[in-house]
């Protein structure tokens, strides 16, 4: 397990980059906006992606051969596409709006109430090591809250 761990610490620093990236961009290019720095985005996220999905492609079309998978793949799709749209749209907005230290501890809340809805939703449980976390998201975000009205 600690390959995930990696993988997770790996993927948290991508994302703190991609928002300090991002409102640096819109810092130095005048004019850029939050729906250009998603076009941006998108169009790198194709070079990226792309070649991925074409070495899956086979494993895909077996998976599609399945009975109901198609129809199934129909139904997913596109509310998961139109989501991961929103999120994004929501992710540039919020870091240009505010700053990306505040979007990220807006994405602390949000894993935090994530959390609290999979102990209700589906009864899950944590590990000592995840309570720390969720503790440690909880009070970071109310400090940040607290912090400027302290001094």
Not at 38 to 48: D, E, W
Not at 58 to 79: D, K, M, S, Y
Not at 107 to 124: C, D, M, P, R
Request: charged share 10%; net charge positive.
């Amino acid at each position: 397990t600690g390959a995930w761990r990696a993988v997770a610490l790996a993927a948290a620093a991508c994302q703190s980059l991609y928002l300090v990236f991002a409102r640096r961009s819109q810092d130095m290019v005048t004019g850029l906006s939050h729906v250009d720095l998603l076009f941006y985005t998108a169009l790198y996220n194709c070079a990226v992606f792309l070649p991925l999905t074409c070495a899956e492609l086979p494993a895909v079309r077996a998976f599609l051969r399945a009975p109901g998978e198609p129809t199934r793949l129909a139904l997913f799709l596109g509310p998961y596409v139109v989501l991961g749209a929103l999120l994004n749209y929501a992710t540039f907005w919020c870091t240009a709006a505010t700053s990306p230290l505040s979007t990220a501890v807006a994405g602390s809340a949000k894993g935090v109430l994530s959390t609290l809805a999979g102990f209700v939703q589906f009864g899950a449980r944590l590990t000592p090591i995840g309570w720390a976390g969720l503790l440690g998201n909880t009070a970071g975000g109310l400090l940040y809250a607290v912090a400027p009205h302290l001094g």
